[in-house]
């Protein structure tokens, strides 16, 4: 099986379209810190993108869930991998993702973040496929872009762990 790969976002755009968000964000948080909250593994890049452009202190941690496999349905299943390292009580916490697709990760990881009692619990994902969406009460604060009902790779995103390293956002075509 060959794969083929149609470039959807290319990496000028996706650069662009982070930094406007980065501004954002540093408007909005102006005169705080921010505590970035890095779901592994996808979100890596986008985190590490959206950081460097942020100008407010910022502090990170990451954490780990499944709710694929190696698939490309989700199961529907969720399930902590790694915790974080530090408490979040009290903070201005933004969680990173790479891409809502049907809510499910996000609609179990903000309700565990929100028992913690951060002084706020924000969202910003690189990719929304609102089409997908079944849990409606996740909250998106920060959207980068907002994709048809596609399997996209590239920017931290994988099919079966291949293709996080591409610069810019693909459509992954199996022939
Ligand atoms: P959700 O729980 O259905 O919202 O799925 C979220 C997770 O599924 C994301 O964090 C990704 O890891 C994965 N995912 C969803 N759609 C895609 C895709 O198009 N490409 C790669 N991974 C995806
Ligand atoms: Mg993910």
């Given at each position: 099986m060959s794969d083929r790969i149609r470039v959807l976002i290319p990496e000028e755009k996706v650069n662009q379209r982070i930094g406007e968000i980065a501004a954002q964000i540093n408007h909005d948080y102006e005169g705080k810190s921010i505590h970035l909250i890095c779901i592994l593994k996808g979100s890596v890049f986008f985190t590490t993108e959206l950081a460097k452009r942020l100008t407010i202190p910022v502090t990170m941690d990451f954490m780990s869930c499944s709710s694929?496999?190696?698939?490309?349905?989700?199961?529907?299943i969720v399930k902590l991998i790694k915790d974080l390292d530090e408490p979040i009580e009290g903070r201005d916490v933004l969680v990173i993702e790479d891409i809502i697709d049907s809510g499910n990760t996000l609609a179990y990881l903000m309700n565990l973040l929100q028992d913690r009692k951060p002084a706020s619990l924000e969202l910003a994902t690189l990719?929304?496929?609102?089409?997908?969406?079944?849990?409606?009460?996740?909250?998106?604060?920060?959207?980068c872009f907002e994709i048809d009902d596609l399997f996209v790779v590239g920017c931290g995103m994988d099919a079966d762990q291949r293709?996080?390293?591409?610069p810019y956002i693909g459509v992954l075509e199996q022939d």
């Open positions: 694929y496999g190696a698939g490309t349905v989700s199961k529907g990719l929304d496929k609102p089409a997908r969406r079944v849990h409606h009460e996740v909250k998106v604060k920060y959207t293709y996080r390293n591409l």
